[in-house]
T-cell receptor, first 113, second 110 residues
Framework: EDQVTQSPEALRLQEGESSSLNCSYT??????LFWYRQDPGKGPEFLFT???AGEEKEKERLKATLTKKESFLHITAPKPEDSATYLC??????????????FGKGTKLSVIP | TAGITQAPTSQILAAGRSMTLRCTQD?????MYWYRQDLGLGLRLIHY???????GKGEVPDGYSVSRANTDDFPLTLASAVPSQTSVYFC?????????FGQGTRLTVV
């Protein structure tokens, strides 16, 4: 059974204070690792897909990295508008030719001005 | 671009009644998913479909059914609603490289 664990559950940062969010996973046949941003009352917004260990992707102040057991979402000099819940998901093989997208519980990020 | 459309946006439903949550995508993705999101429990997979004509059970399938008659539509049906099905429901679609979500349906069963 695929498992995804995100830490910390919540993170408060001062504006400009860089940090990282962690996503550790166990999965059979990883096809991809996805990162999302979710604002209150809205659906998850797709950010990145990472496919193999060593891969990195960047978008504005966000950079996602991947190893064989975990992924990090690095936030550089965050702004208040980066406040949201960040979700990690693994796209893994679930048998009989099927793939499932399994989510962690998320990290709630608050950036204080 | 529409992406994924869910309807209704919100609904209050009497216990014991049936309801179908609608989900339509215009990206021609093969895979579609239904999740429920509850405080403290995150997104949990209800049912999924890897291609039109096939469906599978996720982590919490009891009390729900789905069908996938074509590529674009993936309705979720509650045959006889119970209060524990009060939640926010999200539909998603994927081509294996990206996965996109609808804006959700907030369902309250009373």
């Amino acid at each position: 059974e695929d498992q995804v664990t995100q830490s910390p559950e919540a993170l408060r940062l001062q504006e400009g204070e860089s940090s990282s969010l962690n996503c550790s996973y166990t999965v059979s046949g990883l096809r991809g690792l996805f990162w999302y941003r979710q604002d209150p009352g809205k659906g998850p917004e797709f950010l990145f897909t990472l496919y193999s260990a060593g891969e990195e992707k960047e978008k504005e102040r966000l950079k996602a990295t991947l190893t064989k057991k975990e992924s990090f979402l690095h936030i550089t000099a965050p702004k208040p508008e980066d406040s949201a819940t960040y979700l990690c998901a693994v796209y893994g093989y679930s048998g009989a030719g099927s793939y499932q997208l399994t989510f962690g519980k998320g990290t709630k990020l608050s950036v204080i001005p | 671009t529409a992406g994924i459309t869910q309807a209704p946006t919100s609904q209050i439903l009497a216990a014991g009644r049936s309801m179908t949550l609608r989900c339509t995508q215009d990206m021609r993705h093969n895979a579609m998913y239904w999740y429920r999101q509850d405080l403290g429990l995150g997104l949990r997979l209800i049912h999924y479909s890897n291609t039109a004509g096939t469906t599978g059970k996720g982590e919490v399938p009891d009390g729900y059914s789905v069908s996938r008659a074509n590529t674009d539509d993936f309705p979720l049906t509650l045959a006889s609603a119970v209060p524990s099905q009060t939640s926010v429901y999200f539909c998603a679609s994927s081509d294996g490289r990206e996965a996109f979500f609808g804006q959700g349906t907030r369902l309250t069963v009373v």
